[in-house]
């Protein structure tokens, strides 16, 4: 609290746990009783979960994970543009690192080719009716390489590993969600995404690079063009030459 500097986000509904099985699943059974810019920050977590059920792994006193609850959110503020204005934050407050963080559309942040932090948005319903948008954010912060699980060792990093020291994320949290809020207000007022947009373009580790594309038991190459302003990433198919748009809930981007 002493560094926080926003007007809602961590400043009105702030829940810390030391352990809890995944903070976004603690915002999905307790909807109703949870308010509009409530952060929910945990030292570990023993179910953290990544995208399509895949596992995220959050150690105790080694990680960080983070859940933002939106319930107040225009028509226009779809989850895949809220990911990656969240991936943009994340971005600029990990650069006042000084190390070199750069953004994998939709929703991860890599050190050198390494993940050292993931992005979940989740649409939360109750009986069908869309209740509220769920931002999760998980950051790696003490991990020694062994510390992650075997299948992950050459793909991840932590921001210990990366600076050669202990990392205190007390500064981080708060940078963090004073850029998240700036975004945040801009574009509830703007509904223009370009101005995160562009960082994600800018910050993109995938813009100009040949990537595979795995989608179902699919898998293509291509040459990644750009980020569209839908939030959709533009690429060109190697073998059909065809240029298309890929939507983020659908695909993997893999190295080739
Ligand atoms: P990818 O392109 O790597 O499949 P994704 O964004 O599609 O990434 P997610 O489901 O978002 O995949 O991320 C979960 C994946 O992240 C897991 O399958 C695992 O490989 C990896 N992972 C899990 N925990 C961590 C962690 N603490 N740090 C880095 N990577 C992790
Ligand atoms: C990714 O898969 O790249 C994103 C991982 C995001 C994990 C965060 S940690 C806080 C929140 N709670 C969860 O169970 N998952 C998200």
Known sequence: KTYLNTQTFGNQGLYL?????STHTYVSNNLSTIDHGSVLLAYSQTAGRGRRGRKWSSPIGKSLSLSIVLKEFAAQMKPTLLTQLTAAALQQALSET???IAIKW????????RKVAGVLTEAMFERQVLQAITIGIGINLNQSQTDFP??????????ALETEAPFFADKLIAQFLQYFE??????????DPEPFLSICRQESAVIGEI????????????EVLGIEATGE????????????????????????
């Open 211 to 222: 990537v595979t594309v795995v989608q179902g038991d699919k898998r293509r190459d291509v």
């Open 106 to 113: 939709p929703n991860d942040l890599l050190i050198n080719r």
């Open 233 to 256: 990433l533009l690429v060109r198919d190697l073998s059909s030459q065809e240029q298309m748009t890929l939507i983020s809930s659908e695909v993997s981007l893999r190295n080739p």
């Open 150 to 159: 075997t299948e992950i060792h050459t793909k991840a990093t932590s921001l």
């Open 182 to 191: 700036q975004f945040y207000q801009d574009y509830q007022q703007s509904l």
């Open 98 to 100: 000084g190390l070199p």
């Open 17 to 21: 746990f030391e352990t809890i099985d």
